[in-house]
């Protein structure tokens, strides 16, 4: 099939009212500590649940009740342990461990809510596309196709290890394996089976037609599949693409894959930088830049009115791990803090771990003859991890929402939490009204799929995607 090559559109989507819809995730991980280290041990935080079912439903409830687009689910496989060179401190302050598996949560909160989407972190270093495939696709149909796949190449070498590997791949070419990865998958859920290969003709005995399934054929450098996808075509057949890396090789990889992308810069001038140069990628890549919808992380802490936001923010501060915070870092950063002086600056440095985020803090004074302290990072990360903080009543909140969307141009906002689900119920109780007022936010759900909530234009990847090349209907 050839890909359609469209003209990039002078305006971002808009909502009738005319001004620019906010879309809202809310960023969880399967574990006790994702984002901001300590904060497990307030008397209010019910992070501490996070293996039980009934945590997840509950909270996949109140998302859905505030009109939330998704529930992001992070992962990683295996310890920080960057930091000292070893897992203790991780262990100690319960930094992303222990963490669970994040795809056995989706099917319980899908049968609980009706519109709520569900974007689940995977890597594709250690498991082979085939049985990935399977999994993606069940989940799709399990959902009603409210599922997307948050693409990660893996930045843990602990996860190697423990796979049986000396340490990860080099950063580029974990997106070379990526890629060929991504073409197994599409083949897969796409070129396999024809939209009408399921007849279930009971008088003929015949439940699939076999002349409208068909072998992939896979060959590459990477991976060897030939055969058919066990997996008949599901509401969406290829789960939305969701995808985190902003290095430059990371950027490309969006631009070709990627429907939905998050980012977590501190600063609303990197957050802008970072806005242009994926969009422009997608561009690059034969596509619009509103194809790719940009979801920069915050965290908000809010309350009744602004002095009562500013009172629970410094409580929360009580609470801060900074060790824990520099673990989190350490790994991130793919750099051992814990060799730094505390107001050592983080200079020029390589790593073969996050490259976008040691690029990211190298630049976040904003001026290029200064750069983060260890110190600073420390202090940084404790309320809300990476990214910013807003602090603030439900107005204040909701319109500085609003001019970080305005001067940065993302989408929507990944939304991290401070305390579990308290966070979440703040911003459904003082936020989202407040943005709805603004004429920012939806009033309701788009009836469909996560792809047509978020593109309202079907259910299917479009013509223009990359993946369009691979696409199998009636024939």
């Known amino acids: 099939m050839t890909q359609t090559q469209p003209q990039p559109s002078s305006q971002p989507p808009h909502t009738p009212q005319g001004g620019r819809e906010i879309l809202f995730n809310a960023f969880d991980m399967n574990c006790v500590v994702h984002q901001s280290p300590g904060l497990w041990r307030h008397p209010e935080d019910r992070a501490r649940d996070y293996n039980t079912i009934g945590y997840w439903t509950s909270l996949a409830q109140t998302l859905e009740r505030g009109l939330f687009d998704g529930l992001f689910i992070a992962d990683v496989l295996g310890p920080y342990d960057v930091f000292a060179a070893g897992p203790e401190a991780a262990l100690r ?58 693409v990660v190449t893996g930045y843990l070498p602990a996860a190697a290890q423990n796979m049986g590997q000396d340490d990860q791949m080099e950063h580029d070419r ?49 991976f060897k ?36 992308v998050f980012i977590n810069p501190p600063t609303k001038e990197l957050a802008k930088a970072s806005v242009q140069k994926i969009r422009q990628a997608a561009v690059e890549a034969g596509r619009d830049p509103y194809d790719v919808r940009i979801f920069a992380m915050q965290t908000v802490v809010t309350g009744p009115d602004e002095a009562a936001a500013q009172a629970k923010y410094d409580e929360l501060a009580q609470y801060v791990d900074p060790e824990g915070g520099l673990v989190l ?5 793919g750099i051992d803090l814990s060799t730094f002086d505390l107001d050592q600056p983080i200079g020029d440095v390589e790593s073969n771990a996050i490259r976008s985020t040691v690029e990211t803090f190298q630049k976040a004074s904003g001026r290029e003859d200064e750069t983060w302290t260890v110190r600073q990072l420390a202090e940084w990360v404790g309320v809300g991890g990476f990214g910013p903080v807003i602090v603030g009543d439900g107005p204040t909140a909701a319109r500085r929402l609003a001019e970080w969307q305005d001067e940065t141009d993302v989408d929507g906002f990944n939304l991290a939490y ?19 007022q603004l004429g920012r936010y939806k009033s309701d759900y788009t009836p469909g799929t996560l792809r047509q909530k978020l593109f309202g234009r079907g259910d299917h990847l479009p013509e223009n995607h990359y993946a369009a090349q691979f696409q199998l209907r009636r024939r």
Do not use: C
């Open 93 to 150: 302050s319960g930094a992303q461990i222990p963490v669970n598996d994040p795809f056995l949560l989706i099917s319980a909160m899908a049968a609980v809510t009706q519109n709520l989407g569900f974007g689940v972190t995977a890597g594709t270093a250690y498991e082979h596309p085939y049985p990935f495939a399977r999994r993606l696709g069940t989940l799709d149909h399990l959902t009603g196709g409210r599922v997307g796949w948050n």
């Open 174 to 222: 974990r997106y070379d394996h990526a890629d060929e990865y991504m073409d197994v998958v599409y083949k897969l859920l796409e070129a396999s089976w024809e939209d009408d290969a399921v007849v279930a003709d009971r008088e003929r005995g015949v439940f699939t037609d076999p002349s409208k399934v068909h072998r992939i054929e896979h060959e590459g450098e990477f």
């Open 225 to 260: 599949t030939p055969g058919i996808s066990v997996v008949e075509p599901s509401p969406q057949r290829m789960p939305v693409v969701y995808q985190a890396g902003a290095s430059t090789r990371g950027r490309a990889f969006a631009g070709k894959h990627a429907e939905a």
């Open 329 to 333: 870092m350490s790994g991130w950063m």
């Open 418 to 436: 401070h305390i579990t689900p308290g966070t979440f119920e703040d911003i459904v109780e003082y936020v989202v009204p407040e943005l709805q």
